[in-house]
Nanobody
Framework: QVQLVESGGGLVQAGGSLRLSCAAS????????MGWYRQAPGKQRELVAT???????NYADSVKGRFTISRSNAKNTVYLQMSSLNPKDTAVYYC?????????WGQGTLVTVSS
């Protein structure tokens, strides 16, 4: 059974920082592209950041310079370090694991940024 379990969400003041974690099980973690996506109230889910098995990163323009995605293959965990948060970052953040033949999602963790 494949599971992606996010943690680390919560309430933070504008300008603050938060670190999200996603622990994966049931996959060969090291070969997957891992990603973070988010869905704000009333909006579509959007890409936040991805990190390939080879170490290549991709970020949404809205988070470049503020967010950092990283992974620990030894821990089967991907992280999203978020800094300089603003209320526009408020969303449910979802963890994703992807290879061409498979796509898995976590259930999400809520990040609320207050002003």
């Amino acid at each position: 059974q494949v599971q992606l379990v996010e943690s680390g969400g919560g309430l933070v003041q504008a300008g603050g920082s938060l670190r999200l974690s996603c622990a994966a099980s049931g996959i060969i973690f090291s070969i997957y592209t891992m990603g973070w996506y988010r869905q704000a109230p009333g909006k579509q889910r959007e890409l936040v950041a991805t990190l390939t098995s080879g170490g290549r990163t991709n970020y949404a323009d809205s988070v470049k310079g503020r967010f950092t995605i990283s992974r620990s293959n030894a821990k089967n965990t991907v992280y999203l370090q978020m800094s300089s948060l603003n209320p526009k970052d408020t969303a449910v953040y979802y963890c994703n694991a992807h290879i061409p033949t498979s796509d898995y999602w976590g259930q999400g963790t809520l990040v609320t940024v207050s002003s």
